[in-house]
């Protein structure tokens, strides 16, 4: 369930790989440095969202989704969001690192 989150991230995101390195390779860092600052907001922001939303939501979903025999903890489902965050973070930074110059 969480995992919706780094992919959707993703799709927002990786449009940017080729443009940080096509904007690198015509030397416009101030279109790098906006972008990336931004990318950064998108990425926590958004994921942030989803992840309020599946925490507060995550019992009903699992719920729905595989019945009463498997019962999260509250505990796990915060945890998980937050690693969820954190991944979303890393893959704006990723997609920035890795745009060739």
Do not use: H
Not at 36 to 50: E, M
Not at 52 to 66: K, P, Y
């Amino acid at each position: 369930m969480f995992s919706l989150i780094g992919t959707v991230i993703a799709m927002m995101l990786a449009p940017l790989w080729p443009a940080y390195a096509e904007a690198l390779a015509r030397g416009d860092s101030a279109w790098v440095r906006r972008t990336f600052s931004l990318s950064l907001a998108l990425a926590f922001g958004a994921s942030l969202a989803l992840a309020i939303v599946f925490v507060s939501l995550g019992r009903t979903i699992m719920a729905l989704w595989v019945g009463q025999t498997i019962v999260s903890s509250l505990s796990l489902l915060c945890a998980l969001g937050c690693r969820k965050i954190i991944d979303a973070v890393a893959n704006a930074i990723g997609f920035f690192l890795n745009a060739p110059e």
